[in-house]
Structures are given as C-alpha cells and as structure tokens.
C-alpha cells in the first residue's frame, strides 16, 4: 500500500538564515500573513504598503511558504505499525472470506477479496456446489454501494439526529409496547430473503406478537415461479432450472438470461449446453417468444417478435400443439379458446412443439415472471406432459412464505387497522404501485421506524430512519437456488453504524441476545448443522455440505390446473394497435428496481442491448417509431438526440426520450424500472424518467391502452455503440451447426472459422523490424499469456466490465464525456444487430467482448514517442503510466480501439461535476479561489469532498496503480494477478527453479473478466504449455482473430459462434444473419444484387 | 546610411548564444548531478521518535533482521516491528528506561509510533520484498550495512538505475539463501562470486526480469 505523504509541514526548528528579516518574520501578524499560500494582495493589509516592504515580505514569505532552503527539505513521510500485531494478519496480502450476496430469494455464493480488513472485490466462490466461481454484474457492482458516499449514515428521528444508544432505547421501549398489546396495530415491511434466521425470528414474532402481521414487496417479483409451481403440483414446491439438461429450451417471454432471478445459474447452464469442442458435439436450441429486445432473445436461434400481452395465445397454442402431437388429449376450453386469437405464423408454433415432442425428458419451457398465471400453468403442464419434470426442472421444497402485499398493507394503513409500521430495506415511496400512493399510506402511521440503506424516496419525516448495513457488513445467512445454505460473514465493521435487519428485529422480538452472530449461529445449530468445528467449515467453505434441497416427486394435479386457467379468465388477447398501446415495465439491466441508482459503475453500464448509458428510454420498434412519427434523430457533433415524448397510461403520465429498438414488436412501449429518482445521490440524480409513475396494481407488468405524443423537444443520450452494423467485415464469425458440420465433412482437419471460404489475409513482414521481435527478448519468457473467447457461450451479460472496473481500479466519466466517447472501461461488449433492419422479425444479435489484444506485431508499440507501451517476454503488451505523455498515437493506431485514454483526472473529479462543467481543474472549479487553495493544500485529493475521497480510497485495489490526467490505459491481462501468481511461486520455490506456473497446480491466475464470467466464455492461460486450456481452445477449428487482415498477431482469440436454428421451422435460415451480410457485401454484385447494397442503382443512375 | 542600432550590438547574439550554451550546460549539468536519488536520498537520516540502534540489536545482540521485520517473506510489504515486538524484551530489559517510554506508552495505549520513512519508492513502482529475499538477495544489497549504523540512514540511492544494475547482472549479486541476513557475509573473491551467482541463477531459474510490467502495473 502506498503511502500518501502529508502535505509539506513548516519546520518547528531550522537554520534561519535571514536574520535581518527575523524580528518581522517572528510577529504574529505576518506568520499569519504568510502561511497563506497566496498572500492575496495588498487589498488584505489594512496598511498602505511601500515597495521596500512588500519586497521584504514577499521574500521573507516565499522562505517561509518553502521556496528557500527550508522548503527543499524532504517532505517528513511516517510509517504508523501496529502496536500490538493482529494475529495471522500479513499487511500486503489480501485474504478471502466466503460470504454471500442475498437476491431476492436466493444468494449468490461469494469470495471476498479484502485488503488491509476492508473488502475490495467480489468474486464468485467456485466451492460451491451450484457455482463454477463466475457472477452476475450486479454481485460485481455490490461492492460499490458499500462505498458510496451518499449511503445513509445516521440515526434520526423526526429529522433530528439521533446517537445510538437513543436508537437502543427507543427499540427497546417500542419492543416492550408491542409485546404488551401483542403486537396490535404492528406491520411489518420487508424485502424478500432466503434467510433461515431471518425465518427463525419471524416466527419468533408471530409467537410473541400474535398481532403483528408480515407483509414483503418487491417491485420486480419473481415469486410467481413458486406459486404457481405450488398450486399446479399442490405442494410447497419451487423450480429450479437445469437449463444444461435441456436440448430444447422454450423461452416464453421469460428473459432467464438477463432478467430473471439467479442470472448466474442460468447463464453457467445455458452456456454449458452451446459450447462445442468439436462439430459432432451436441448443442442446444433455444426458442424465444418475447415483446422486448432482450438477452435471452439476443441469444436465441429462432426468435418470435409477439407483444407481451400477445404471449399467453402463443402459450395456448404450443399447449395445444404438444398435448396434440403427444396424444394427451385436447387442451382445456379455456386454452384452445386462448390459442384461436393467436395472431401470428402458427407454423412456427407447430414446429416448436414438434421439436420439444422430439426431444422428451430433455426440452424446458420456462416463463417469465411478467406473464400471467395462465402461462405458468401452461409451462407447468406442458414440462410436466413432457416428462422434463425431474430433469431438466427440478421441483425444490420451498414452503409458504405467508406474507400480505403491499396493497394490502396500504389498505390496513389506510383503514386504521396498522398504525405502526416498520419498514426493512426497499424503498416502496419510489417502487410501490403508483395507485396505492405510499407516501400518504406511510404518513398514515403513527409510528414508523424505516431501516433503510439511503434516505431516499421512504425516509419518514415523522418517524425513526436507521441505516441499513450492507451485507459485506452484515452477519447473516441464506440460501441459494439450489437449497444449499450459505453464511454471509462481514468483511468489514459497519462504517457508519449501520444495524442489520436480523438485530432490528431480535430487538424488536425482545430478545435477550440481538447479536447477529450469535442468531446466524443459533439458527445454524437448530438446522442440524453441528458445533462449531462444523460452524468454522461452514464459514470458511461458504456452505453446509449436502443441505442443497433434493427434488421432490410431484405429479401435476389436472384438475387444479384446468380450473385455475379457466378461472384466470383469459380466454382470448387482441394485438396492441397504433392508437391503443401496450406498455412493459421491465427490470432493467443495471438498475434492478432502483437499488443501483446511485452505483456509477451500473450508470455508467452500457445496457447490455440499447448500449444506453446514464438514462433510461422509451423503447419503440422501429416500425412504431416511424408510423408514430417519432423517429427523430439528431446527430450534430457526434452528439445523438432523440425525440421527447409523453406517455399517456390510466390518466398518468410520465416522459422520456424516445429509442427505436430493433426486434420490438409492433405498437408497444418497454419502460425500464430504476431510474427518475426524486431522492438519490450524486450520482444518480437527474438520470432518466420514473416508469413507477405509470405502474399500478393492476398493470405491475404490461398495460393495454396507452397514448405516446411528440412534445417536439429532443434529449441528448449517451450511447456508446451507435453503429450497429460490422459492415462486411468478418468481426463476429457465426455460422449454423448445419454450415459447421457440413464444412468439417468436407475438410475435416481444416480450420472452420479462419477458413469461411475467405481469401487468405496477406502475409507481410512489417516495414520497420521491432527490436524486441526476434529470439533474444520476445517469447522467451517461461509462461505466454494468451487468452481464447467462445462466441458460443458468450451471452453478453457484461459481468467481465463490471468486474474489470472494480478490479482495474478504472474511473466513471458521467454522461457528457460518455457522449463523446471517452468512456474508460477497458472491456468493452460490441453489440450487433444483423439483417435487414426493415424485417424486424429476422433481425439476430451478436455479442462480442472486446478488449486489448494484445497484439504480437502490436501497431501501438512502435509508435509511442516515450516507448510507454512496450512488450514483455511473456507476450504482454505492457502499459507503463508513469512514462506516458498522452500523446494518444497508441490509440489512433490501434485497430481495434481498446486503448482508454483519461482526460480530464476521472479519479479526483467530484461526482458533481459528473455532470459538467467538464473542465475539473481547480481553475475552474466553482471559479472562485478557494478551490485552487484547496486543491494545493492536498493535492492528492484536490477538490474532492472528503466523505468522496474517504470512501473511494477505501474500494480501491491497491496492486493496481489509480492514473491521473493524461494518462493512456488498457487491459493488461491483469498484470498484478499473474505478477502476483508468478511471485508466489518464486517464493514458494525459493532457491530451486521449480516455479512454473501449471494448471495441474492451479497456479494460473484468473484474469478478473475470466473469473466473473458465468459462462466461462473468456479463458486464460499459458499458450507455451499445449495442454492448457486455452491451448486446447485455440487449437479448436472455431478459433480465429479478429481483424487478421492487419496481421497484428493477436494473443486473443475468438472462437466462431454457432447457431443451432431447426431447418423445419418457417423462419429457418441457411446462414446466421452476419454472413449473409459478409457474402453480400464482398461477394455479390452490388447493382445485382439490391439486398447488399441498397441504393446502388439509384446512386448509377445519378452517374453518367 | 546612419547607425541605426548601437555598435555593440553587432557582438549580442554571439554574446546570447554563449550565454545560452553556457546557462544551459550549467542548468543541465546542475540536475544531472544534483536531482538523481543519489544525491538527494543517500545519507538521508532522520530523527526518529525513538532512538533505536540496528548496531546494538543486530550486530552485538545478533538478531536476524526477520525477528522484527517478520512479514519480509511473505509479502511486498517489510514491515515496522509493532510495539508488541519491542516489548517482547523490553518489558524485562531497561523496562524504565526514558529512551523506551514512547514505546511503553504506545504498547499500553494503542497509539502507533511515527516512525519516519526513510526508503521510499514512487507509487507506480511496485517492489515486492518476498520474490528477493527468498531468491538470493540480501538485505545488504540494497540496505547497505543497517547491522552498522547507529541511526539509519539510506545508504543506497533506490533508482530506477541502480534496480536495474543488479537486474541485469543478478550472478554479481546472489548468495546462499541461508546468508540473505547476514550482513557481514562477503564471497570467498569476486571469481567465486560470479561462479556461484551464475549457478545460482541457473539452477533457480532466476528470471532477473527487465521488462516494465514487472515493476511498474
């Protein structure tokens, strides 16, 4: 760790050298006088000042402010050891704590990276039994909400501060009038949880306050899984997915890629079923039936464009269509009723149910949690009529959690019959249904105590506000998807105090002990999990060993089912129209429901599919854009804007910019939830339109009857990938399994994808040798870095951005600088949208992550003035920032523009000025002096405010250097994790030569975006050892560079994505989208052929 | 035609370019000598708050430097005994003495010593201790003889240079690992050095790295 030196301090004793000016420098007056830095001008002294003694005094200042030789004195840095030694503790070396980050009703099982006993990375814990070490990129943001600096920090009441100890009292007293009246009049509101001791004291309070009563909400609720898995089965039951047992998954607008519950279970599985060693191997095929734009549609080989409101009908038909092929028997009324309204090609559904009746005991249908109850028990039946129960759906005990709604609870507060309410994490003033009008309904209250992780939308004016802690601050437990029992272990004491929920509610509860560890400790020895040898293992594995729920035998109950779907009533959907639009609210990307609002990493998150950054839109299909006449694009100065339009639901309105989407269905509106919050941090304030405005109780997913009008303003957005086109270039190389197959029959030991019936790239030697190149330096190195990125498995969930910011230590720029293109994540996922983009239903979509190549004939190398950017033995293209000048050759010469360059000091920016003025030097800050004082007084921390400063020091990785202005940047293939592993295995092998890294020892080091990968599509590793992984993978016939014409010998590779589309299905095609465009573009004749080159003959007839 | 400028001013721009010449030799030769670690960092010797002596505890008491400085082995970081350790004997031995007071009270309070950094290396470099204490280099090396002073002081100028000196010639530099805190230890002859040295780096793979990703991440 660095230390940071302490700003020059004034020498009590030292050599003065000017006697004559002694008995004028030693006055008190002109000590004061002087140390300022600026002794600011005649206008301070009240005195009329001859030229002599200004003369005098300045020189005597400048002595005293350090110009002299006193000045030149080293600047006095101490060294602060401990005074007694904390045992085990190793100042240096980073330890690893299991701990788990709670969802919604699961957790994601991880390791804690901490540095100097604060936590400074998450990672994924690869012991556990349902985790490979990969996470979802909001695991990897969690780290920055613990230090966010606009978190809440103090206790208060009715607005005043409060210490802790009045907290303690007050709990108590309020602990003591609920156990008196039995808990009358007390409701409680919490966010879901998985937690066995949070289970354990509810029922505490249900025994003690037999009164009180629970309710839980969440905005984006994935509860209907359970539910009706529950009622459908008649038992307690909830399904878990093992997408990888499935060869045929059909997705009803269930989005289980990017927007459902568990992201990183359902990713490992889906990609483990599209990765491919060789053609023979099997691959999924994924269906998607889906309104919305989203991954598990981006990722899908035939995609159905169907409104939302549309689903249910397609649901019915493919019900309709199984139970038909299968022989079991006619649907229900209800259902067929359902499927005649079925407005789109039927043919398609005939062939997916044909293709999931092929293939019994191996198909999924899964639905999402924005369909109604009728689709659900329509997934049910058909898994369960297809045998899929038990193998590629598991059914996991899962008992009722007996909770109210928050409609409910807004009907007790608002009749009287709650008057003391206590709200647990959440933030229902912003999230709640628009039509329960919370803030009245918590106002109601006579008393409310709201644990709360910011005071935010629900901090009660009249009321208790407690800060919620963290969970890396938090004792605690849950349990993953699959039942296992995880621990969540502080890394860190609450910074600000912060109590977790299970202390507030064993307070509450009157309990004697209130101490979280010892309820997470007591909860675990009542589960059977043993004494505290077993308790030290399962803190350190980060599980209980086989407490993973085992499946249970269920048969489905028909006649439940029948009359739940004939009672739904839903018996036939007629397509959203031009004038009477449908609108989806979904959970968005980087927002989840709001909690990463303030979280810069999230804001800063190219959304995964509209590469939108900062903001939220109002997405449209592009068909529906133009007809509505909202197409407006303006593109001035690189700069993007869009039309403004107003939104018109249930007689409320709310605004946004407008976003043409390819492959949205026709005349619908998707709103994304999380933005537009009235009461948020600096980050997050003035970031995009409320879509809560506009969701009520009965229309919490998808609403009928909506109006959009033009308001004829436009709003500047910050995209980061505008173009979505690779324009003939062979950058993503896709090909169907069928092309693939047929390709290695042909030539069977031929490389597929460098092949694709291209002409060879030129081979040249470059004009000026590099010095470097040749036996005595380059390659001599023991280990080659290379790293090999399957397309196929790849599904763009930008968990590798997220965590290689948190890692790299790499800045948010806000939205201005996004606009122009001076985003620094060092990763980057490019986003294609191929086919026409006048035939929407065709449209496909690739994903491909993008970073620093590292290049063996590297065109940014030879080009730097300073030779800051140089190549190392290994094969690292190496960045050295203290040498760097910012002449930005590096980057205007790189091809594939992964080099990030900082203008303007991101690190030492305030948050403030994420939104302008753009300039942050002291300067110009604020304009007035005071900054530039500031700024020399410190200049580490410049005009930062100190909880800023404070905080942010705390998440930074301390093995990677923080760049200032000026300063060029880009991947290094996590130099300081394979600096680190490469050290390690030095000093273990001490005086012999035995050091090598292997992956038999499992001495490799993960790079961060390999290890946060879900899917396991970015592997890394020694290309000098042939057994490697990556080596395995480079050899495969998929493997291919990018941009290889250049020949700049990149050590990154790529390997080809395969499609697995059904060639019986009407929309089956013969080659992914992307190829046909190469073959067009290179191949065809651009005056015959219309389709490549539109516009060609209009533009021959304009010659002659 | 008149004199339009003074006659001396036929000699001024030889005279500037003289004086030009001159002023920048004079200014570069200035910093060539002056601004280098060399000049500046070596023989820095602070006062310390506490008036410890490397010569008494490691010559004449003859503790290891990795008594004290424990975590050396382990990580980049070589780290100031805690107050603990000091007390370890001096809660016996001149357990009232006035020069140990301030560490007595940091023992009882809690409070750290300030101790002043003498060996400082810029932020972007990033020097581990453990890969060459435990690979052959003695604390001597870049220390110099700390078992001898009284106070310490930086004996040697920590440049980016004098790094790459031993790094590009590790054999002149390495001994037997179980001599690395001997301070005193001296190779049979400089033949015998560079015999042993070249097999140590041999036989231990020393890899002596002079890329820049090894020390500047």
């Known amino acids: 760790m660095k230390t940071i030196p302490p700003s020059c301090p004034v020498p009590d004793t030292g050599p003065k050298y000017w006697r004559s000016l002694d008995d004028l420098a030693d006055t008190p007056e002109f ?64 330890r690893f704590y299991a701990t788990a980050m709670p969802t919604r009703r699961s957790a994601v099982p991880l390791l804690a990276k901490s540095n100097d006993g604060r936590p400074t990375k998450l990672e994924g814990n690869p012991h556990h039994p349902d985790s490979n070490g990969g996470t979802d990129r909001y695991t990897q943001a969690s780290i920055l909400n613990l230090y966010d600096p606009d978190r809440a920090t103090r206790f208060m009441q009715n607005g005043t501060v409060r210490t802790h100890d009045d907290v303690i009292d007050f709990l108590k007293k309020f602990s003591d009038n609920a156990l008196a009246n039995g808990g009358k009049g007390l409701g409680f509101l919490a966010e879901q949880s998985s937690s066995p001791s949070r289970d354990r004291l509810r029922k505490i309070i249900a025994d003690k306050l037999p009164q009180a009563r629970w309710y839980e909400h969440e905005p984006v609720d994935f509860d209907i899984h359970r539910q009706v898995a529950t009622a459908a089965f008649g038992q307690p039951v909830a399904p878990y997915f093992k997408i990888d047992a499935a060869s045929v998954i ?90 005649k309204s079925f407005p789109g090609d039927k043919a398609w559904i005939h062939e997916c149910a044909a293709d999931l009746v092929a293939n019994p005991g191996a198909g999924l249908i899964l ?59 959440g933030n229902p003033a912003y999230d709640a249904p628009a039509d329960l009008n919370w803030q009245q309904a918590q106002a109601k209250a006579k008393t409310v105590v709201r644990l709360g992780y910011y005071e935010d939308e629900s901090f009660p004016q009249n009321g208790w506000s407690l800060p919620l802690a963290h969970f890396l601050e938090s004792w605690g437990d849950a349990r993953t998807a699959d039942g296992t029992l995880v621990p969540i272990q502080p890394l860190i004491e609450p910074l600000f105090g912060g109590l977790t929920e299970l202390e507030v509610l064993a307070r509450i509860a009157g309990l004697d002990d209130t101490s979280p560890y010892n309820i997470v400790r007591e909860t675990f020895r009542s589960a059977g999990g043993g004494d505290d040898e077993a308790w030290k293992h399962f803190l350190h594995d980060g599980y209980l060993k086989d407490s993973a729920a085992k499946p249970v035998d269920v048969t489905l109950n028909a006649q439940t089912v029948s009359a739940a779907i004939a009672g739904a009533g839903l018996t036939s959907v007629t397509a959203p129209s031009k004038d009477n639009l449908e609108v989806v609210f979904h959970r968005d990307y980087k927002m989840d429901d709001g909690r990463f609002n303030n979280n810069g990493w999230m804001q800063e998150l190219p959304d995964p599919i509209t590469k939108m950054t900062w903001e939220n839109v109002i997405l449209v299909s592009v068909k529906t854009a133009n007809d509505l006449g909202l197409y407006r694009r303006n593109q001035e100065n690189n700069r993007i804007e869009a039309a403004w339009a107003k939104i018109e639901l249930d007689g409320r309105t709310v605004e946004g910019p407008v976003w043409p989407q390819p492959g949205q269905a026709d005349n619908t509106i998707a709103l994304a939830l999380g933005y537009g919050r009235a009461q948020t ?83 040249f030697e470059p004009l000026y040798p590099n010095p470097f190149d040749g036996p005595k330096f380059k390659g001599t190195g023991v280990h080659q870095w290379g790293m090999a990125i399957d397309l196929s498995a790849c599904v763009g969930c930008a968990s ?121 030097t002291p300067l110009v800050a604020g304009g007035d002096q005071r900054g530039l004082v500031d700024w020399l007084k410190d200049p580490d921390r410049g005009n930062k405010p100190a909880d800023e400063w404070e905080l942010l020091k705390l998440l930074k990785n301390p093995d990677v250097t923080v760049r200032m202005r000026g300063v060029m940047e880009k991947c290094s293939y996590c130099v300081q994790r394979i600096e680190g592993a490469k050290i390690a295995a030095k000093v273990r092998a001490g005086a012999s030569g035995d050091w090598m890294l292997k992956e038999s020892d499992g001495t490799i080091p993960k790079t961060a975006c390999q290890q946060a990968c879900p899917a396991e599509a970015i592997v890394f590793g020694n290309i000098a050892d042939p057994e490697s992984h990556v080596s395995r993978l480079k050899a495969q016939d998929r493997d291919y560079n990018v941009l290889d014409f250049l020949n700049t010998k990149p050590r990154t590779t790529y390997l080809a994505k395969i499609r697995n589309p059904n060639p019986k299905m009407p929309d089956a095609y013969e080659m992914p989208n992307s190829t046909e465009e190469y073959e067009n573009k290179n191949r065809a004749n651009p005056f015959e052929n219309e389709d490549a080159w539109p516009g060609a003959n209009e533009a021959r007839k304009g010659e002659s | 035609m008149s004199d339009v400028f003074p006659k001396w001013t036929n000699r001024l721009p030889l005279m500037l370019i003289v004086g030009v010449a001159l002023t920048g030799t004079a200014v570069t030769a200035g910093c060539w000598y002056y601004l280098t670690n060399k000049y500046a960092n070596v023989g820095y010797m602070p006062v310390q708050p506490v008036a410890f002596s490397h010569s008494i505890h490691a010559d004449q008491l ?156």
């Open chain 1, 367 to 425: 639905a999402g949690h924005r369909q109604p109850t009728v689709v659900h028990l329509i997934a049910n039946t058909l898994n369960s009529a297809l045998g899929n129960i038990g193998k590629t759906v598991l059914m996991l005990d899962s008992p009722e959690p007996n909770v109210g709604s928050i409609a409910d609870l807004a009907r007790s507060l608002y009749d009287g019959t709650i008057d003391t309410l206590v709200v647990m994490g």
């Open chain 1, 800 to 920: 590798c951005v997220v965590a290689c910011q948190s890692e790299n230590n790499i800045p948010i720029v806000g939205k201005s600088q996004v606009a122009n293109k001076r985003e620094m994540s060092w990763i980057r996922i490019d986003r294609y949208f191929t086919g026409d983009p006048a035939k929407e239903d065709a449209i496909q979509v690739v994903n491909q992550p993008m970073l620093c190549q590292h290049c063996e004939a590297a065109p940014c190398e030879n080009v730097c003035p300073v030779n800051a950017t140089t190549h190392d033995q290994e094969g690292l293209n190496v960045m050295v920032y203290n040498r760097c000048v910012g002449t930005r050759y590096c980057s205007n010469n790189c091809p594939y523009k992964v080099r990030r360059f900082n203008f303007f000091d991101y690190n030492r920016r305030t948050l403030e000025q994420l939104r302008g003025p753009v300039y942050s």
């Open chain 2, 62 to 217: 003859g503790m290891d430097c990795r008594y004290c400085h424990n975590a050396v082995e382990k990580s980049w970081y070589s780290n100031i005994p805690a107050s603990s350790v000091c007390m370890n004997c001096h809660s016996q031995v001149l357990k009232d003495d006035p020069k140990l007071a301030l560490v007595r009270e940091s023992y009882a309070t809690g409070t750290p010593i300030h101790w002043v950094q003498i060996h400082k290396l810029p932020d972007y470099v990033y020097f581990n201790h453990s890969v060459h204490v435990n690979r052959g280099v003695s604390c001597v090396e870049c220390h110099g003889q700390i078992n001898k002073m009284d106070e310490v002081y930086q004996a040697k100028p920590l440049s980016m240079a004098f790094c790459l000196d031993c790094h590009r010639d590790p054999a002149a530099k390495l001994r037997p690992p179980d001599k690395i805190t001997d301070l005193d230890w001296k190779p049979a002859s400089p033949e015998q050095q560079q015999v042993d040295g070249a097999k140590f780096v041999h036989d231990w793979k020393v890899e002596s790295l002079q890329n820049c990703s090894a020390c500047h991440r």
């Open chain 1, 31 to 94: 000590r004061q006088w002087a140390e300022r830095e600026f002794p600011a001008g005649a206008s301070e002294l009240s005195d009329p000042v001859t030229r002599r003694y200004f003369v005098k005094l300045m020189s005597a200042s400048c002595l005293l402010a350090g110009f002299g030789l006193t000045g030149c004195r080293k600047p006095v840095e101490n060294i602060y050891p401990f005074s007694k030694m904390p045992e085990g503790y190793v100042h240096g070396l980073a």
């Open chain 1, 250 to 339: 059909v997705a009803l607008d269930s989005d289980f890629i990017g927007g459902e519950d568990n992201l990183h279970v359902n990713i490992r599985r889906f990609a483990a079923g599209r990765r491919t060693r060789t053609s023979g191997d099997p691959v999924s095929r994924l269906y998607a039936i889906e309104g919305l734009m989203t991954m598990t549609g981006a990722n899908a080989d035939h995609r159905l464009r169907l409104a939302t409101s549309l689903v249910p009908a397609a649901a019915a038909l493919l019900a309709v269509e199984v139970l038909q092929q299968t022989g079991k028997g006619p649907a229900d009324d209800a259902v067929q009723s359902l499927a």
């Open chain 1, 681 to 763: 941090g600096r980050v997050g304030r003035d970031s995009g339109y409320n879509a809560y405005t506009v969701r009520t109780t009965k229309n919490l997913h998808c609403a009928i009857g909506a109006k959009i009008s033009d308001t004829g303003r436009l709003h500047s957005l910050s995209v980061t990938q505008d173009h979505w086109a690779m324009e003939g270039r062979p950058i993503i190389r896709e090909a169907t399994l069928a092309e693939y197959r047929d390709y290695k029959g042909k030539h069977p030991e031929g490389n597929f994808a460098r092949g694709f019936d291209m002409e060879k790239p030129p081979s």
